[in-house]
């Protein structure tokens, strides 16, 4: 018997588009959270809290911060005419939901993209967790030369 869920279209391209939007919408949740537990970590902050606003808000900014650096980094060049088009007006949801759509397109035509996806996740995350020039080493860390 074939597997059938209510949420789930019959159709094979339908259903491929919810798995592949499932597992980017993962994946992005993934780099989000562990970049804002990154960055709060290295300003010795304790981890972020489900019922923050300040948490979300910055978790909701990750979420874009990385949409589009993915959409810079893995979209084609635009055509001349698309980028003679003035930006339209939207809210961060409707971009972040643009934004989503464009990558699952991606992600089912590049075939690389998954390897790709990984390095720009890699990078975004190592960014995250890098001190900035106005944090200092520890005093253990300067004291023994350590990195």
């Known amino acids: 018997m074939p597997f059938r869920h209510p949420d789930r279209s019959a159709d094979l391209t339908a259903r491929i588009e919810y798995e592949v939007r499932e597992r980017l919408e993962e994946a992005v949740d993934y780099v989000c959270l562990e970049a804002l537990v990154r960055e709060r970590r290295a300003r010795g902050l304790p981890p972020p809290a489900a019922d923050s606003a300040d948490d979300r808000r910055r978790y909701t900014a990750n979420v874009l911060a990385f949409l589009q650096l993915l959409q810079r980094e893995l979209a084609p060049a635009p055509n001349p005419e698309e980028a003679r088009k003035p930006p ?58 350590g990195r």
Not at 114 to 143: M, V
């Open 88 to 145: 339209a007006a939207e809210t961060a949801d409707d971009e972040q939901a643009r934004l989503i759509a464009l990558q699952v397109t991606m992600a089912r035509k590049l075939p690389d993209y998954w390897q790709r996806f990984e390095a720009i996740s890699g990078g975004y995350l190592a960014a995250q967790s890098a001190p900035s020039g106005r944090e200092g080493r520890g005093l253990l860390a300067r004291l023994f030369g």
